[in-house]
């Protein structure tokens, strides 16, 4: 889960890029994907803490 703000902007050419202040981006969206990208960024789980748990657990 990033603990950083997410935000989306609107392009000049009307997509619009959704971003985190981690350093994640994702370019081409429309207001409602670029959204729902940036909620899900935010809510994912974190991939180092899932591998530290496999590891944890052999």
Avoid: L, R, S
Avoid at 20 to 28: L, N, P, Q
Avoid at 46 to 52: K, N, Y
Wanted: charged share 20%.
């Amino acid at each position: 889960m990033c603990d950083t703000d997410t935000d989306i902007e609107t392009e000049i050419d009307g997509t619009v890029t959704a971003f985190c202040y981690c350093g994640w981006v994702e370019y081409g969206h429309n207001t409602e994907t670029a959204n729902a990208a940036a909620y899900a960024h935010q809510n994912a789980p974190d991939v180092i803490d899932a591998d530290a748990f496999t590891a944890a657990a052999v």
